[in-house]
């Protein structure tokens, strides 16, 4: 067998014809992770963005239905919600609780809060962090509806739309980058010119027909 001569070892050391391959092939899983780490970013701050949103969005609406409220008005802001949550396949992984918050002073000597009603929209395996129609009515375990340090209550003769989002992250690549995640959002607006909080069903709609909790 003839050795190499010395002019081509010359020759192939000089040789970089695969360096750029080389190089991107090393560099490959590093783009790779980043790539799909930045589009994961993106989808989860989109979610927060859209979910910040709908739960605003169902409290501001609610609060508009003046005069009084029917099972039909709240079918049709939780038809808005559903637009509004398109691409999160939200009905199956959250869970919206729209609540009637009033005071409870009017039937003195009660005092705090209570909520009248409550409605839901989504089949998410969520409870409501900050309570239900049991209660506050027949006693003052209820002071106030929301986080602590940004919790809110209705004044005498009037009532707040007080709106928990909760919603089962889905992620765009994996779990993996940022775990399982549940994002929660809450939203509260004041009712407008509305004097009757009493929930009405004038299409004498059925259970089933209406939204809600249980």
Not at 43 to 70: E, F, G, P, Y
Not at 109 to 120: A, F, L, M, S
Not at 183 to 200: C, G, H, L, P, W
């Amino acid at each position: 067998m003839r050795k190499p001569s010395l002019t081509f070892l010359r020759q192939l050391q000089r040789d970089q014809s695969g360096l750029a391959l080389i190089e991107f092939a090393y560099s490959l899983p590093v783009l790779l992770a980043l790539t799909l780490g930045g589009l994961e970013v993106a989808n989860l701050a989109i979610t927060h963005m859209k979910l910040s949103q709908l739960a605003m969005l169902v409290a501001d609406n609610a609060s508009r239905v003046r005069a009084s409220i029917d099972e039909a008005d709240i079918n049709e802001i939780f038809s808005g919600a559903a637009l509004s949550a398109n691409g999160l396949n939200f009905a199956a992984n959250g869970k919206i609780f729209l609540s009637d918050l009033e005071s409870n002073k009017l039937d003195a000597p009660k005092t705090g809060q209570y909520i009248r009603w409550q409605r839901c929209y989504g089949s998410g395996n969520f409870t409501s962090t900050y309570g239900t129609t049991d209660n506050g009515k027949t006693d003052a375990s209820l002071q106030a509806m929301g986080p602590t340090g940004n919790q809110i209550a209705a004044t005498n003769g009037t009532a707040v739309m007080f709106v928990e989002v909760a919603y089962k992250y889905q992620p765009l690549i994996s779990n993996s980058i940022f775990g399982e995640k549940t994002i929660r959002y809450t939203s509260a607006f004041n009712v407008r010119e509305r004097t009757d909080q009493a929930m009405k069903n004038a299409g004498n709609l059925s259970t089933s027909q209406t939204a809600a909790c249980s």
